[in-house]
Structures are given as structure tokens and as C-alpha cells.
């Protein structure tokens, strides 16, 4: 398997894959960007806690570094893998979470500012199947086509060893009141956790986590994805070294920045691509807060920019 210092040379996308248009989402002009995180040190108890960029790469803590949101609900009231994703319709953010390392539900609570979070709950995703192990990582896309966000996050359903036997699996909303039946959403054969998705020129694009430990693998890999119906496109080469989890990406001056945590090693990484074909290590150029763990990166807008900065 590559270690860091060598992996980024050798990485080369499969030639059937696509080359990625310059044009895609970023920052409003006068804006940045926010990470939603949690800290391991705590296993999540503490909540959800924000961090702020100017420039996409170097991110401090706001409210320094106490959390914002508490959590209330779930099987163990954690606040694991934080996910944040704005409506495009409506402007409310909503935040889906990991609520318990076993169990059904996954959290779920809604904020105009970022700031000041509506009641959470609990929804039990994963209630209809039997022998369901846990509930991982949701993760929030807004399916443009159809009107809706989409869920997915990662369960192991049945025996299958310490490690699990992870498939991603997801469910549909327009409103976090109603929700369609969940079902088998990604199955490439092998163990999956840790999806995140970036738009970008209309392709919806897919990073995902090959959990697999023998042969090593733990990996970050993409590919190209069609939310409504679910359709895949071939994963590419490993775009991380082994052991990397909690992949977020975001556009930064036209460049996709792959985010990971380094969680065996205790800190964040980040690769860069324009084209999607070849990927440079950027791990120099990044900050992120101490002790932060997989977390997600949107663009906000100047206003909200500058709000947050004032919690200190």
C-alpha cells in the first residue's frame, strides 16, 4: 500500500474516467467556508463543533473550539460525523449525524445561521431491517433533478466479524418528517464506508471509503454517480494512502481539495485535483483545528462568514 510520501506521484485515474469541466460551486465573492466536526477524544459526546476559512485551505476554530450543538438524541447521544448541507430552495441548513456506534437511528437537526439549531431527532433509518449493526457517517446530497436531499450512510446488517460488513444504504426527504423506505443504495462487493459527494458541472461525484483491512485497504476512492435512479460509474485508483477516513470535498479557485482524516495518525490531509485524472498532495498548504475528526467543508457566504467570526 502507498504511504503518504509517494502515493500522490503514482496516482493516475483510470483513463475511462472522465476529466472534470473548470466550472463548479465555490465560496461567494467576499465569502469562505465552514467545517462541521467532532472530536474522537470525547467519542462524540460533546457535539458538533465549527471552524472557518477565508481561503478554503487553513480553518480555525470558532467559539474556540467549544462546541455548538449538544447532543440529545440517539440510542447513545453521540454526535459523530457531522454533515452539513444547505437547501437550495429554501436557505435552512440541515445537519444529519452519527448518533451511536450501534443501532438504527441517525440525528438529524435544522439551523438558519449555523448558530441556533432547531429540536433534534432521531430517525430510525434502519428500523425495517433486521440485525442491523449500526447506523454510520450520513451523509446529506441535494438530488437537483428530483427535489430532494438524499441520505446515505454506511450499515453492516447481520454477522460479519469485528470489523463489519459495510454496504451504503439511504432513504429520501423533502421536509426531515417524512421519508421514504430505505434501500440498498451502493454494494460494489466489498465493505464501504464514509461516502461524501461534490457536484461539479452538472456530474455528481461520489469519494468513498474502501474499508477493507486484509489485504489493507482503507482507502479513499470516487466515482461518478446518478442519484435518481442510483447509478455508478467504475471506482477510480486510491486517490489517499491506507488508513484514511472522513473524506469531504470542496471547490477551491476552480480545484476539487479532498480533505481525509488521518485517524491513526491524529491529523487531516488533502489532495488536489483540476482535471479528476491526476491528484497532488496539498497536506502543506491545510490547518485544521486540533483533534478535529471527520467533518465536512461547505462554501457560506460572506454574512454568515463574518457572524461566525464574531463567536470568537
Given at each position: 500500500m502507498l504511504d503518504r510520501r509517494t502515493f500522490c506521484g503514482r496516482v493516475a485515474l483510470a483513463a475511462t474516467l472522465p476529466a472534470f469541466a473548470q466550472r463548479a460551486a465555490a465560496a461567494p465573492a467576499g465569502g469562505g467556508y465552514a467545517f462541521s466536526y467532532f472530536r474522537n477524544a470525547d467519542n462524540g459526546g460533546a457535539g458538533m463543533r465549527l471552524a472557518i476559512s477565508e481561503d478554503g485551505y487553513r480553518y480555525r476554530a470558532v467559539r474556540n473550539g467549544a462546541p455548538i450543538l449538544v447532543p440529545m438524541v440517539g440510542e447513545n447521544k453521540l454526535m459523530r460525523d457531522p454533515c452539513i448541507a444547505r437547501d437550495p430552495q429554501t436557505g435552512l441548513y440541515h445537519m444529519v449525524w452519527t448518533t451511536s456506534w450501534t443501532g438504527v437511528t441517525i440525528g438529524h437537526a435544522s439551523s438558519r445561521d449555523l448558530i441556533h439549531w432547531s429540536e433534534?431527532?432521531?430517525?430510525?433509518?434502519?428500523?425495517?431491517?433486521?440485525?442491523?449493526?449500526?447506523?454510520?457517517?450520513?451523509?446529506?446530497?441535494?438530488?437537483?433533478?428530483?427535489?430532494?436531499?438524499?441520505?446515505?450512510?454506511?450499515?453492516?446488517?447481520?454477522?460479519?466479524?469485528?470489523?463489519g460488513d459495510h454496504?451504503?444504504?439511504?432513504?429520501?426527504?423533502?421536509?426531515?418528517?417524512?421519508?421514504?423506505?430505505?434501500?440498498?443504495?451502493?454494494?460494489?462487493?466489498f465493505?464501504?464506508?464514509?461516502?461524501?459527494?461534490?457536484?461539479?458541472?452538472?456530474?455528481?461525484?461520489?469519494?468513498?471509503?474502501?474499508?477493507?483491512?486484509?489485504?489493507?485497504?482503507?482507502?479513499?476512492?470516487?466515482?461518478?454517480?446518478?442519484?435518481?435512479?442510483?447509478?455508478?460509474?467504475?471506482?477510480?485508483?486510491?486517490?489517499?494512502?491506507?488508513?484514511?477516513?472522513?473524506?469531504?470535498?470542496?471547490?477551491?479557485?476552480?480545484?476539487?481539495?479532498?480533505?481525509?482524516?488521518?485517524?491513526?495518525?491524529?491529523?487531516?490531509?488533502?489532495?488536489?485535483?483540476?482535471?479528476?485524472?491526476?491528484?497532488?498532495?496539498?497536506?502543506?498548504?491545510?490547518?485544521?483545528?486540533?483533534?478535529?475528526?471527520?467533518?465536512?467543508?461547505?462554501?457560506?457566504?460572506?454574512a454568515r462568514l463574518k457572524a461566525l467570526a464574531a463567536l470568537g
Open positions: 433534534q431527532q432521531a430517525v430510525p433509518v434502519m428500523a425495517a431491517f433486521p440485525d442491523t449493526r449500526n447506523s454510520w457517517a450520513p451523509e446529506l446530497v441535494w438530488d437537483a433533478r428530483a427535489r430532494h436531499f438524499v441520505i446515505v450512510w454506511a450499515s453492516t446488517v447481520g454477522k460479519a466479524g469485528d470489523e454496504r451504503l444504504y439511504a432513504t429520501t426527504t423533502r421536509d426531515f418528517r417524512r421519508f421514504t423506505p430505505t434501500q440498498l443504495f451502493y454494494d460494489p462487493g465493505s464501504v464506508i464514509d461516502a461524501t459527494f461534490l457536484e461539479r458541472d452538472g456530474r455528481m461525484l461520489m469519494f468513498v471509503k474502501d474499508e477493507r483491512r486484509d489485504p489493507l485497504r482503507k482507502v479513499i476512492q470516487w466515482c461518478e454517480v446518478s442519484l435518481s435512479p442510483p447509478r455508478f460509474g467504475p471506482l477510480s485508483a486510491p486517490i489517499t494512502p491506507a488508513w484514511s477516513e472522513g473524506p469531504t470535498a470542496v471547490v477551491v479557485d476552480g480545484e476539487i481539495v479532498l480533505f481525509f482524516d488521518r485517524y491513526t495518525e491524529k491529523h487531516y490531509d488533502a489532495v488536489a485535483s483540476r482535471d479528476g485524472r491526476t491528484w497532488r498532495d496539498v497536506s502543506d498548504r491545510i490547518a485544521m483545528p486540533a483533534g478535529a475528526n471527520h467533518g465536512t467543508i461547505i462554501p457560506i457566504g460572506a
